[in-house]
């Protein structure tokens, strides 16, 4: 048996998990002039694909890419991303799909937002992760014990058969959906569980995307197109977990053939690009999204299905309004880490978390259900929001960036 040994580190943050939400967080508070700790389970991969291996991307709309721009990730991975001028839903109607098209142009704007690969994005945080100043990263480090305390609450890390301890006015949960330091404290979670799976992969097409996300509403679930470069598109294609585990033992032919005529030949002849990866599909929320000397963002605190591509929207969301509280409290001299700070960040956050949990959760329970009334009532509602221009560009706008978080930052 190794020896334990014990390190004592003070940062004023310490960040647990090193995904895209951990490490966005981590470098813009580092930026912001806070000690930083970043704690990793694994190890961080910072070399940049030359292509594409892989569909895992995620819809970032125009309010969500500002964290990533201003940290310089962005500008690390605009080859690989493209812009979605259109948002295009399709209905099934008397066996023909009848389009509702929402154009960034009536809100004068170029695009919604971009169509981020999911790949490049962790390499790109990453790289800027282990240039910034203040920022201190352990890899492959597994947190053991945590202690609230006052003014600092400590962790016990084991890492390379050591264990020592780090300090910190505030730590941040950003480890997952299955996470353990939510586990910790005993924090519940409101969970639900859909019984389908997403396949998500690459597709190349002969017609051209011209900027066009398109969602097409058809029996057995929602078929999505979100635009890549070069022809390009990830496909999430949403089954019953059955179906879906059928589809993944086709073969490629197959696989494109099942596609086809499912796309109805929207964008020409499809070829599927890389492998397929399929995702058990659920919804979740924290019941609170803090604990002494504790707080919670991103699938830590939410996750849903790609069902309206709500989750990395909303967790970099929460990086920026976290950030804009602490940065306000430390100006005032406060405690970052106090009750009151985490609550008044918690109250500034609860709306716009709850408000997609329980719309995402709608939303999707009206996509996979194929009664004629069901079909009816969605045919309806994409015509009223179609047809009443007001209500269509709130609803553009707020998907864009949404009104509430302006109020909080």
Request: with cysteine.
């Amino acid at each position: 048996m190794r020896p334990k040994e014990k390190v004592s580190k003070k940062f004023d943050v310490v960040i647990i998990g090193a995904g895209a939400v951990g490490l966005t967080a981590s470098i813009n508070l580092a930026q912001a002039g806070f000690s930083v700790g970043l704690i990793e389970r694994g190890t961080l991969n910072d070399m940049m694909p030359d292509v594409l291996e892989d569909g895992h991307t995620t819809a970032l709309m125009s309010g969500s890419l500002k964290p990533l721009r201003e940290i310089g990730a962005l500008s690390l991975i605009e080859k690989f991303t493209q812009p979605m001028d259109v948002l295009r839903i399709m209905s099934e109607k008397d066996g023909q799909l009848i389009p509702a098209d929402f154009k960034a142009s009536e809100l004068g704007k170029k695009s919604f937002g971009l169509n981020v690969p999911q790949t490049p994005l962790r390499a790109a945080l990453t790289q800027r992760a282990t240039k910034t100043e203040g920022l201190e990263i352990f890899e492959q480090a597994c947190v053991t014990h945590f202690t609230a305390g006052d003014p600092d609450a400590v962790i016990e890390i084991e890492q390379g058969g050591k264990i020592f301890s780090v300090s910190a006015k505030l730590v941040i949960a950003a480890d997952g959906r299955r996470s353990s330091m939510r586990d910790m404290v005993e924090i519940e979670i409101d969970e639900r569980i859909y019984g389908q799976k997403a396949l998500t992969f690459m597709v190349e097409h002969t017609k051209p995307h011209e900027n066009i996300s398109t969602e097409i509403h058809k029996k057995g679930g929602p078929l999505t197109f979100v635009p890549l470069p070069n022809n390009c598109s990830a496909v999430v294609w949403v089954h019953l977990e059955d179906e879906a585990d059928n589809l993944l033992k086709l073969k490629k032919q197959e696989l494109e053939a099942k596609l086809q005529d499912q796309s109805n030949g929207i964008l020409g002849r499809l070829s599927v690009k890389t492998s397929v990866r399929a995702w058990p599909l659920s919804s979740l929320k924290a019941k609170t999204l803090h604990a002494p000397r504790l707080v919670l963002i991103g699938e830590t605190a939410h996750a849903f299905s790609p069902v309206g591509a709500q989750g990395l929207n909303l967790s970099l969301r929460d990086v920026e309004v976290l950030t804009s509280t602490l940065l306000k409290a430390a100006k005032l001299g406060q405690d970052i880490g106090g009750s009151v700070i985490l609550e008044s960040y918690a109250k500034s956050r609860r709306l716009d978390m709850e408000g997609r949990f329980y719309g995402v959760d709608f939303l999707n329970k009206l996509i996979r259900r194929d009664s004629p009334l069901e079909k009816d009532m969605r045919g309806l509602g994409l015509d009223v929001v179609s047809n009443i221009s007001p209500l269509k560009h709130y609803l553009m706008r707020e998907g864009m960036s949404p009104q509430i978080d302006k109020e909080a930052i």
